[in-house]
């Protein structure tokens, strides 16, 4: 098993990543750990050397001294010198002193060697088989000569057998098996429990006022006061503004289309001078006119259909020759009042030029049956003249 070197929780050998942190076990084992089987050898060849170390050149002469005063001697893998393996032959002389091993040059004291007393006797007899005299520079000799040291087999570890995570819930990322109750996953670190993906918000509910808050149920009062406060304004804009801007889209077509000439079905008036009708307005003569006894007189045009008036030509005073147009006196303010087909009465002020010729008055407006045209001033008034309108025209849009 593997400890995680952050929170200590135990993992598996083949995990890459802890369970329960997610951190790296890659660097959990140490660097200075080396195999258990290997550390026996180290410490018998270790053993071995501290017990034979190697031997010197001095070390090596006196073993060599030696071997040849006792030629059968033998030497045991310890250093300790063993018995001759054949007597010596015998001699009839006393035996000759042995040699004085050369002195070594190996640490500590040493201690003369005595050689063997004498016989007293003549007589001859067996002689002892010689031993070769020892010396301490013997004795502390190193051994060269040793037999290797057998290397101690590695105890075996006992390893807790591998948990199974086949069971467990496969990686969102990878796809490896984990067991249950991990938070990481065992090959990438990438989390189990991850939460589920929220689904996205409608385009409306990003928008203010209608987003959602971090914090829930905070906001919804404002928001409902605000969409409130939102949908009044549009109601209160559409019941005022919507005539104004239906208006708007009229006055657009209007220019944008063509203008279309239309005749009343009646015209009558409320006051006329003998010789000088109320057809006359309309009957696209420029030397005729309609004569008005007196300032608010009115002229009162209807139509077959309902239609949309967009302008309005006037043609005031008795003609359009300058010299005739001042014989008469002209109208210069009059007020058109028309009415829809439906009984709404719309009334406008008109204001003319004192001049001969046509003059156009835009209207725009909708759905007219009945126009009347009320003289609310004139110029050139005086005793013995009467007011002069020679032509009115109507048109309606294509």
Known sequence: ???????????????????????????????????????APQRAAGAAATTNPPATGADTATLAGSDAAAPGSTRGTNGAQGTSAAAAPQSAGPAAPAPTPPRTASAGPTRPVVPPARPTSTAPTRPEPSVPPRSDAADAAPITAVQPAKPVAARPVVRPAEVRETDGPPCPACGTPNRPGRKFCRRCAAPLDAPEPVAPLPWWRTRWPFRRRVRGGSGRLFRALVTLAVLAALAIGALFLLPAGRSLFEDTRDKLSGATAVSPSRV????????HPAGSATDGLNNRYWGAPAVGDSLTFTFRAPFRLVDLVVTSGASTDPQVYRSEA???????VTTTSKGQVTHKSITLNDKPGPQTVPTGISDVVTVQLVVRSAAGTGPGRHIALAEVEFFRRD
């Not at 135990?10 to 290997?38: H, K, R, V």
């Not at 009558?268 to 010789?275: D, I, L, Q, R």
């Not at 002209?330 to 058109?336: F, K, T, Y």
């Open 1 to 39: 098993m593997r400890s995680c070197p952050e929170c200590g929780a135990a993992n598996g050998d083949t995990d890459d990543f802890c369970g329960n942190c997610g951190s790296y076990l890659g660097w959990s084992q140490e660097s200075g750990e080396s195999a258990p089987g290997a550390a």
């Open 330 to 336: 002209r109208p210069i303010a009059l007020d058109l």
């Open 268 to 275: 009558t008036a409320s006051a006329e001078v003998p010789g």
